[in-house]
Each structure stands twice: as C-alpha cells, then as structure tokens.
C-alpha cells in the first residue's frame, strides 16, 4: 500500500484534489465583499486561515510537482540504466560466447595435436626397419562404411624403412576402391615418404613390392600380388614432399570376397596385410607362410636357411647337368 502513495497517478490526484481546493478558496475570496473584507481583515480569524491554508496549499502544491519532477527523473535514470545494464550484459554475452568459441577452437586443435603426438609415437613404436611391415587394420565394418559414405575414402599405415638407413614409406589403403574400382574393388598402394637419408639413397625407386592379405582360417589360402614400379612415374621420384602420390595395386581384391560374415580374411573385425620390398619372387609365399608370433630375428633365420636350401638345390642341379 505504501508504494501506491509515491506512484505517479496518486500524485496527480492530488494535485487535481489541491488545484480544486484552490479554485474553490479563490471563488470563495471573490464572493467576499471587497470594502468588508478590508475592513475586518485584522478581526476576522476565518479570513486569517483561509490565507494560510492557501499558502499551505501552494507550498503543498510545489513540493508535490517537484517530487512528481524528482520521480519523472527517477523513472527515466531508471530506463537509462536499464539500457546501460541490458547492453553491459549483452557485451558480455557477446564477450564469453567469443572466449568459448576460442575455447572450443582450442581444444579442436589441441585434441589434433594430441591425437597426432599419439599416432608419432605409436609409429616409433611399431616401426620396421627390414623391408617388412605388418598392418593389422581393426574396425573394419565401420571403416568400410566411412570408405562407402566417403567420410573416409582412404587410411594410412605406419611408416616403416626398407633398411636401417634406407628409404622411408608406408602403406595407403581404399577399403570401398576409387575411380574405375569404386565400390568393386579394394585398392592397396605403396607411398614414399620423405626420409632423412634420401640424400644417399638411388631414384627412382625401382625395388619390387609385394603385398599380402593374411586368411586368418588357418587354410593359408593368402592373396598375393606384386608390382614392380614405374620409375618414369612421379610416385616414385625423391620426394620433395611429405609424400609422393600413392601408387600400387588398384584391383587388389573384390569387395564381395570381403563382405561376408564369415569370410576367411576378416575375423574379430580385423584384417592383417603384410608388405615385402625387394624381396626373392620365388621365396614371396614362403616368407608370407612364417609364423608371425615368432620373434623376428628367429623368422629371418629360418629365411635364410630356407634361401641356403634353396640356393643348394639350384647348384647341385646344375652341376648334375651332363655335358655334351
């Protein structure tokens, strides 16, 4: 109730009350005779109060157009500040919705970085320095289907060396083909890398690669193909980049031998791929038939004592030649 007294419309109705009164007293004041009220102003007390309560009146009537001043003012600080408030708090909107945004950006690149230290170091981890490199590929359903919706046409092996000291490279891999073999045949390449000793290393490279796709059924029935590369292509020139275009086998194998639930080459969602560079064509299926659980000092062992035997058999059969 005490908030009403100080509104603007109570004012005004006292004003109006106050403005009637006036009117009233001043009318009050004309009906008097003039020469009466002259001569008994000094005795007469009904006069002496109806002056004060006009000057009471006035008064009255000033304080209260200048409270109704005061609130005018009042109300429109009030809208002024709200204003100021509304645009302070929409700056500063503005201001934490940009620091989140930058937030946000931040940690997208962090995330990468990290994501990117991680894939370094598991590379160093994982890395073969002996023209061999096993590529175990999990999750195959679901990056069949990212090859399909293109989200993710390709992925890249680890990188590996073909020496200690030789050439640097690693495997590039379309699950669901490209161009001419899109979505009939899985494509399988080799891509050199930029390498710190390909300063003292020959180019083109002009070594044989072959591939394997392991059968997981214990059947050893493994596809295996081969290519030798073209040393007029720039895929296998020094690389001046990163990487050199990728270049390789592009019908490895048909999509419908890898579709189906129980196929021999995906088990557990997981294919495993092998690489050979420069390697013995006659010795390829042998050295793909190796126990991979075997250390690999004890696989390279066996290797070369199958690679003595085999070297063996090759000069007693040319010593048992008969000569003419």
Known sequence: MSEHYVTQR?????????????????DTQMDTDPSRTTATAATNPAIDHSQE????????SNRLETLNDNNQHFNNESLRVQTLTENICQESIEESNT?????????????????????????????????TFVWKITNVKEKMGDARSERQSSLYSSPFYSS?????????????????????????????MRGVNDAILKFPFNYKV????????????????????????????????????????????PLLTLEGENNRYVRDDTMFIKVIVNMNETLLPYMFSLNLSRPIDVQETIFEKEWEKRQ???NETVGEQPTS
């Open 10 to 26: 109570h004012q005004y109705a006292i004003l109006n009350a106050i403005h009637q009164i006036e009117s009233q007293l001043k």
């Open 164 to 192: 200690p000291n030789g050439y640097k490279m690693r495997l590039r891999l379309y699950l669901s083909g490209d161009r001419n073999a899109r979505r009939t045949h899985m494509l399988l390449f080799l891509v050199l």
């Open 53 to 60: 309560l006009h000057e009471f009146v006035n008064i009255l």
């Open 210 to 253: 072959s591939f394997c796709l392991y059968d997981q059924s214990g059947e050893e029935k493994h596809v295996i193909d081969s290519f030798r590369p073209d040393i007029k292509s720039n895929s296998f020139q020094r690389p001046r980049s990163d990487m050199n275009i990728a270049s390789g086998i592009p019908k490895f194998i």
């Open 99 to 131: 620091f989140l945004d930058e937030v946000r950006q931040n940690r997208g690149i962090f995330s990468q970085d990290a994501s990117s230290l991680k894939e370094k170091i598991n590379d160093l981890q994982n890395v073969s320095y002996d023209g």
């Open 312 to 314: 063996g058999a090759v």
